[in-house]
Nanobody, 121 residues
Framework: VQLQASGGGLAQAGGSLRLSCAAS????????SHWFRQAPGKEREFVAA????????DYTDSVKGRFTISRDNAKNTVSMQMNSLKPEDTAVYYC???????????????WGKGTLVTVSS
């Protein structure tokens, strides 16, 4: 599976951005999709995950109620709507795919290149 993330950019605190991840290659719908992020000087952290069928989702506590992950298997895409952005959301965001529903980055099978999100105060 090849993954390509897009949609990053600059937003003001309280604003919104929508990230997308386009998949190609192996059957995308067989995989759990994830978003991770890595802020400068910090470790990569789990943000959100969605099951292969879109029924189950998981979010890290700091984004619950603000971010929404979704997927469209017909279009081989996964998206994440980010609302009420905060400066601490500033990071490079990565989409990833795995066969397991997990928060652990080292369980990922495929990674996309990151997209930078910058939130100004």
């Amino acid at each position: 599976v090849q993954l390509q993330a897009s949609g990053g950019g600059l937003a003001q605190a309280g604003g919104s951005l929508r990230l997308s991840c386009a998949a190609s290659g192996r059957t995308f719908s067989n995989y759990v999709s994830h978003w991770f992020r890595q802020a400068p000087g910090k470790e990569r952290e789990f943000v959100a995950a969605i099951s292969w069928d879109g029924v189950s989702t998981d979010y890290t506590d700091s984004v619950k109620g603000r971010f929404t992950i979704s997927r469209d298997n017909a279009k081989n895409t996964v998206s994440m709507q980010m609302n009420s952005l905060k400066p601490e959301d500033t990071a490079v965001y990565y989409c990833a795919a795995s066969r397991v529903f997990t928060r652990y980055w080292d369980n990922m099978d495929y990674w996309g290149k990151g997209t930078l999100v910058t939130v100004s105060s």
